[in-house]
T-cell receptor, first 115, second 117 residues
Framework: NAGVTQTPKFQVLKTGQSMTLQCAQD?????MYWYRQDPGMGLRLIYY???????DKGEVPNGYNVSRLNKREFSLRLESAAPSQTSVYFC??????????????FGSGTQLSVL | AQSVTQLDSQVPVFEEAPVELRCNYS??????LFWYVQYPNQGLQLLLK??????LVKGINGFEAEFNKSQTSFHLRKPSVHISDTAEYFC???????????????FGKGTLLTVNP
């Protein structure tokens, strides 16, 4: 059982380049999330999707866009990468649609460097 | 406003010693509380959660946490740690968003537990 799968695991971009981080879950979960993790900052929510066809901004959405392609997949796009977006990105999913008490399942992360 | 404070950014301990990782939160409404663990180069995994009922919650790998409403704390404890417990631990608080029907989950900044032989 794969759980939450993220690709790629590592990526180096130049300032201004664009890229899409892919995430897929095979647990039939309703909700999916994108977080970024920076040293000493914990995890901060970028965007989330409480159900297929809906997306909402989190704490730090600027510079990002998302697409909930279907129930399984939730992608994160950087249209014009900036050095401030250097971070480790985690995708997560949960069974319900925003009930608040659910366990989150995390992918193994994407380490992104923007030069 | 809701915040989560993990009082120690790093906690070094010796193997077989007890450990307590502290977490305090601020919220004027009822909350759900979580502890997640992140081993090196991995995603986060749920250790335990408090939703309601008994204030002492037991989780995986011998960890437990106690919810103290009056002190707005949810400290994580283990009576005897192993080298394999070396990881970063995150406290998280879930609270209904003001004016909405969704819940907002906020993570603390993490505590790095290093267990030395």
């Amino acid at each position: 059982n794969a759980g939450v799968t993220q690709t790629p695991k590592f990526q180096v971009l130049k300032t201004g380049q664009s890229m899409t981080l892919q995430c897929a879950q095979d647990m039939n979960h309703n909700s999916m999330y994108w977080y970024r993790q920076d040293p000493g900052m914990g995890l901060r929510l970028i965007y989330y999707s409480a159900s297929e066809g809906t997306t909402d901004k989190g704490e730090v959405p600027n510079g990002y866009n998302v697409s909930r392609l279907n129930k399984r997949e939730f992608s994160l796009r950087l249209e014009s990468a900036a050095p401030s977006q250097t971070s480790v990105y985690f995708c997560a999913s949960s069974e319900g649609s925003g009930t608040g008490y659910e366990k989150l399942f995390f992918g193994s992360g994407t380490q992104l460097s923007v030069l | 406003a809701q915040s989560v404070t993990q009082l120690d950014s790093q906690v070094p301990v010796f193997e077989e010693a007890p450990v307590e990782l502290r977490c305090n939160y601020s919220s004027s409404v009822s909350v759900y509380l979580f502890w997640y663990v992140q081993y090196p180069n991995q995603g986060l995994q749920l250790l335990l959660k408090y939703l309601s009922g008994s204030t002492l919650v037991k989780g995986i790998n011998g960890f437990e946490a106690e919810f103290n409403k009056s002190q707005t704390s949810f400290h994580l404890r283990k009576p005897s740690v192993h080298i394999s417990d070396t990881a970063e631990y995150f406290c998280a608080v879930s609270r209904r968003d003001s004016g909405g029907s969704n819940y907002k989950l906020t993570f603390g900044k993490g505590t790095l537990l290093t267990v030395n032989p």
